[in-house]
């Protein structure tokens, strides 16, 4: 079995919350993969993209990425950046369990990055590193728009700002 097949299988295994035989791959895109359930309760389209080399690593609707540590150990704190931005501040993980790490995309600039790190510590004790490509990302998320309801994001073509500051730091609404 091929890395490609055996990581859509290994995708389609974690969709814990659809039931199997409503879970579609819809496609794969370089390093993602865009998979697609009905929420058995509402009958809504559901989308996310699934990392290929981690399945335990997904971008969603929301525009958030999310890593999964639950049962490898938890999370304490953790800080990221994409490509060679700066990094963001070291941040708490808030969910129940501790075992979430829930990364924003502030904008529509995170998608030409080659990559997003994240570092932080394990509630038992440990370091995380992650090297996350983002290689095909943007284009699953166009193919994501055009299935499911997606959140838009903001761009910094007309803004001041730097890339790294922004994404970073989000910007501030003005009075």
């Excluded at 890593?67 to 490898?72: D, F, Q, T």
């Excluded at 992650?130 to 761009?155: H, I, Q, T, W």
Aim: aromatic share 8%.
């Amino acid at each position: 079995m091929k890395i490609v097949d055996l990581a859509i299988v290994v995708t389609l295994a974690c969709a814990a919350s659809a039931h199997a035989a409503d879970v579609k791959v819809v496609k794969k895109f370089d390093e993602w993969i865009l998979i697609q359930h009905e929420d058995p309760m509402t009958d809504a389209k559901q989308c996310f993209l699934s990392y290929g080399k981690d399945k335990t690593i997904t971008f969603n609707t929301d525009n958030t990425f999310r890593v999964n540590y639950a049962g490898r150990g938890g999370v304490t704190d953790f800080q990221y950046r994409f490509g060679k931005a700066a990094a963001s501040e070291p941040m708490s993980v808030k969910d129940y369990e501790g075992s979430l790490i829930k990364i924003p995309a502030l904008l529509v600039e995170v998608f030409d990055q080659p990559n997003l790190r994240v570092s932080g510590q394990k509630v038992i004790g440990g370091s995380i590193d992650l090297n996350v490509s983002l290689k095909g990302l943007k284009a699953g998320r166009e193919a994501m728009a055009a299935l499911c309801e997606v959140a838009d994001l903001p761009s910094i073509k007309d803004d001041k700002r730097s890339w790294a500051n922004w994404q970073v730091t989000a910007p501030q609404k003005q009075n």
